[in-house]
């Protein structure tokens, strides 16, 4: 990912509003990683992102929202940084987790309060793994 890449991710934060965790936002950003991103993909605990959506490349996926394979023919890495940041800019009434938000959240465990899902270099992560080249895998 480029500077000017990384430098959006933190302005949309910034200008958006979102509550970020200040402990997630670090000094520097790492290019993502595809191998992380898969995995990432892959933990239920964590991302959660197999329990709803089909993804390239892995055995297993929900139906519940749109597949995410084919990502780059419909979308711009940036317009899916955005909706993985926090989908409800898009449609107030997803079911889909807001994963750099924690605003608006009902009924958070104590040990989870202002904190969010992913860190930004765990979403940079999963956007490499997303946008690979559809015959490249890690």
Not at 55 to 60: D, N, R
């Amino acid at each position: 990912m480029t500077v000017l890449g990384l430098a959006r991710v933190w302005a949309l934060v910034f200008s958006a509003g979102w509550g970020w965790a200040a402990a997630q936002t670090p000094d520097v950003l790492q290019s993502g990683s595809p191998e992380r991103g898969k995995a990432l993909l892959l933990q239920r605990q964590d991302s959660g992102c197999v329990l709803c959506h089909q993804v390239q490349g892995l055995p297993a996926g929900g139906a519940l929202g749109p597949s995410l394979v084919g990502l780059p023919e419909r979308s711009t890495k940036d317009q899916a940084r955005e909706r993985i940041a926090d989908a409800r800019r898009f449609n107030p009434q997803t079911i889909m987790p807001a994963y750099f938000s924690t605003e608006g959240l009902y009924k958070v465990a104590t040990p989870y309060k202002g904190q969010t899902i992913l860190t930004a270099q765990g979403l940079e992560d999963i956007l490499s793994y997303l946008f690979l080249p559809s015959k490249a895998t890690p």
